[in-house]
Nanobody, 121 residues
Framework: QVQLVESGGGLVQPGGSLRLSCAASGSIFSINTMGWYRQAPGKQRELVASTTSGGVKVYAAYVKGRFTISRDNAKNTVYVQMNNLKPEDTAVYYC???????????????WGQGTQVTVSS
């Protein structure tokens, strides 16, 4: 069984920083894309940033220059360093992984349970 476990959320003042981590575990053959999404109350879930196993990164326009995604392939872990946080960054942040369970098998999407990030003074 595959699990994605996020950590690092919390309450931070505007202008502050947080680092989120997401570790994938279980019977995994390979992981392609890992990424972070967020969902604020009353809004749709949206992409924050993603990275492939080869290091190709995509960022949402609203986080460019403030957030940095990184990945440790050996640990099946993805991180996002969030700097200069704003109140509008308040949301539940979810980790997603596109992975294969067996060689040449189909690719599946797995989601973490989410971690709350609140930016408030």
């Amino acid at each position: 069984q595959v699990q994605l476990v996020e950590s690092g959320g919390g309450l931070v003042q505007p202008g502050g920083s947080l680092r989120l981590s997401c570790a994938a575990s279980g019977s995994i053959f390979s992981i392609n894309t890992m990424g972070w999404y967020r969902q604020a109350p009353g809004k749709q879930r949206e992409l924050v940033a993603s990275t492939t196993s080869g290091g190709v990164k995509v960022y949402a326009a609203y986080v460019k220059g403030r957030f940095t995604i990184s990945r440790d392939n050996a640990k099946n872990t993805v991180y996002v360093q969030m700097n200069n946080l704003k109140p509008e960054d308040t949301a539940v942040y979810y980790c997603k992984a596109n992975l294969r369970l067996v060689d040449s098998g189909p690719e599946y999407q797995y989601w973490g349970q989410g971690t709350q990030v609140t930016v408030s003074s």
